[in-house]
Structure formats: structure tokens, C-alpha cells
């Protein structure tokens, strides 16, 4: 069965202060890693999709590297704007097309 | 970007209603699209696939006469949550994709249902 951990569950940072993100994963065969954000009462807006390790993607003060075990989300100098839950999901080569197994995020505040 | 409009963003009804939640890909074809239950701080639970044009794919547990899917067109599903009870509260997601397995998942703003 696949499997997402991320941690840590909660995180805490003053503007300015980078950090990582972890997302551990269990996979049969990894077709995709995704992270998204989720901010309150919305649903998650995609960020990245990394494909094979060794790959990275960046989007502004995000940047996303990949492993054949884990991934790691990091944020450079965050902003409280970046604020939000930060989740992470992978996709199997085998099983249904396409499913998406997430693990429950991190929820990372950002403060002046 | 790829845009996914979901309502309505809220209903609060009687215990044996049966409430219809729409999932519209506004800007793109979407041969699937996919319902997610999520309870608070927890992550996104698979509850169906659908296809346009065929039956959805429950997820092991989900109950598919209750969870009613239909996907009609390439731009438009419905989920019916039919004869809700107070254990059906909770926030209903839907997320659609581009032709191509691997293509990433756009999702709505979701529907938080409040039966009482």
C-alpha cells in the first residue's frame, strides 16, 4: 500500500527564516510527486511535479528536490503570505491511473 | 492556469436531505475527475474516480448508493450526497485533470457540508 508521511506537522518560522519540509514516501513504483498548498476553506492549488530523483523545481521562494525515498519542500526567506498547509502526494505506476495518495501536511505559519 | 469551480462552497441542511455538490473544469477538457472527503487536519481521502461517460470507481469503503457520481460531460461532475446525516458533515473536494495519467490534479475550493 502506498504511503506519505510529512513532517514536521507543524512549523513555525519568522519571516526571513528558511527551512524544509520532508515528505517521506512509499511507493510501488513512483510515477509522480506533487506538493501542493491548501490555505483555509480552500482546496489545494499545485505547486510542483517531480518525476525522477535528482530532479529539482523552483517557484519563487519554493524549491522542490526528490529522492527515490523522500522529498523536501524548501522555503527561502518565507514571507507570512506563504503561510498555509503545504501537502504532498504521489502517484503509483501501478494501480489505478492517475489516484493520488497525500499524506496530511504540514502546516506552516509564518510570522513578522 | 487550469481553473476548477465547485458549488456551492456551503450547505447547512436537515438530516435526510440529499444534497448535490458541482465540480465544472471551466478552462480545460477533463476526461477524469476525482471527489476527496477531508476532515479537519487530516489529509485528502480518495472517496471516486470518474470518467466522462462511464461509471465511477468507489474507493474501498465508500458507499457508491450513497455517494452518487455522475459525470456527464468533460467539463462537468456531480457528487449526491443522498439522505445525509450528521456523520456525512464534512469537507467534500473535487479535483480535476488533462488527458495524460501523470498530469497534475487541479482541484476546486471545495464544499463544506453541515448536516444537522
Known amino acids: 500500500e502506498d504511503q506519505v508521511t510529512q513532517s514536521p506537522e507543524a512549523l513555525r518560522l519568522q519571516e526571513g527564516e528558511s527551512s524544509s519540509l520532508n515528505c517521506s514516501y512509499t511507493?510501488?513504483?513512483?510515477?509522480?510527486l506533487f506538493w501542493y498548498r491548501q490555505d483555509p476553506g480552500k482546496g489545494p492549488e499545485f505547486l510542483f511535479t517531480?518525476?525522477?530523483a535528482g530532479e529539482e523545481k523552483e517557484k519563487e521562494r519554493l524549491k522542490a528536490t526528490l529522492t527515490k525515498k523522500e522529498s523536501f519542500l524548501h522555503i527561502t526567506a518565507p514571507k507570512p503570505e506563504d503561510s498555509a498547509t503545504y501537502l504532498c502526494?504521489?502517484?503509483?505506476?501501478?494501480?489505478?491511473?492517475?489516484?493520488?495518495?497525500f499524506g496530511t501536511g504540514t502546516r506552516l505559519q509564518v510570522t513578522l | 492556469g487550469a481553473v476548477v469551480s465547485q458549488h456551492p462552497s456551503r450547505v447547512i441542511c436537515k438530516s435526510g436531505t440529499s444534497v448535490k455538490i458541482e465540480c465544472r473544469s471551466l478552462?480545460?477538457?477533463?476526461?477524469?475527475m476525482f471527489w476527496y472527503r477531508q476532515f479537519p487536519k487530516q489529509s485528502l481521502m480518495l472517496m471516486a474516480t470518474?470518467?466522462?461517460?462511464?461509471?465511477?470507481?468507489?474507493e474501498q469503503g465508500v458507499e457508491k448508493d450513497k455517494f452518487l457520481i455522475n459525470h456527464a460531460s468533460l467539463t462537468l461532475s456531480t457528487l449526491t450526497v443522498t439522505s445525509a446525516h450528521p456523520e456525512d458533515s464534512s469537507f467534500y473536494i473535487c479535483?480535476?485533470?488533462?488527458?495524460?495519467?501523470?498530469?497534475?490534479?487541479?482541484f476546486g475550493d471545495g464544499t463544506r457540508l453541515s448536516i444537522l
Open positions: 478552462d480545460f477538457q477533463a476526461t477524469t
Open positions: 470518474s470518467n466522462e461517460g462511464s461509471k465511477a470507481t468507489y
Open positions: 511507493v510501488s513504483g513512483l510515477r509522480g
Open positions: 479535483s480535476a485533470s488533462h488527458s495524460g495519467s501523470n498530469q497534475p490534479q487541479h
Open positions: 517531480l518525476y525522477s
Open positions: 502526494a504521489v502517484q503509483a505506476l501501478t494501480g489505478t491511473a492517475s489516484k493520488l495518495t
